[in-house]
């Protein structure tokens, strides 16, 4: 018996379009009907979303203000994804990052060269962020508890963790009985693009996707993670 190998044949651009495409129609034909059960006109209700988000250039660069976080949440749970394990705490990762770095900001900032504040601001992010979706991988790989489960549990924990920051012991005691830190310092700042609130983070986020990109499907260990992904076994 004679056994050749082929290549596998890959889906063709023109069907991975369509199928977005087609998922893209699907979600605006529920959404309208979402909206026409709830009285409102679609169309108009569509309209006045793209008019609010892409309006102007204020609404443009508020929307990648806004996006900038969404990107990292999205290709932190990636990562995961690839391996089959399931995160949706990135919301609570996020926060938890958040809370590292504000801690640099607001009390270590006074103590280290300028220059090392936003560093160490991004160190703090990382560690506390990723201690912070460890607990839900420790549970997963010792006890076998169910990542979904903790990760969306954990992400109140340490929404409500940023809160009580927030509200109580990190409040500004010069802020008149606001709720809120006091103004970080500018050291801490990341670079703004000028007339908007987009910062460097922007330019960050696409760099880490090229490099989560190449890394998936140019390097060894990219491909150890989509081997394990598709049998954990196969270590």
Known sequence: MRVTLERRLSPSKMALWGGMGLSLILALTMGGFVFWVAGANPLKAYGVMVAGAFGSLYDVSEVLVKAIPL?????????SAKILLWNVGGEGQLAA???GAAAVALFLSLHVPPLLVLPFMIIAGFLAGGLWASI???LKARLGVNEILTSLMLNYVAIYGLEHLYFGPWRDPMGMGFPGTAMFPESAW?????QTRVHLGLVFCVLAALVLRWTFVRTKWGYEIRVIGENPKAV
């Open 71 to 79: 990107i990292f949440c999205g290709l932190a749970v990636s990562l």
């Open 97 to 99: 990052g958040g809370i």
């Open 136 to 138: 839900a991988g420790v």
């Open 190 to 194: 990341l670079p703004r693009f000028p």
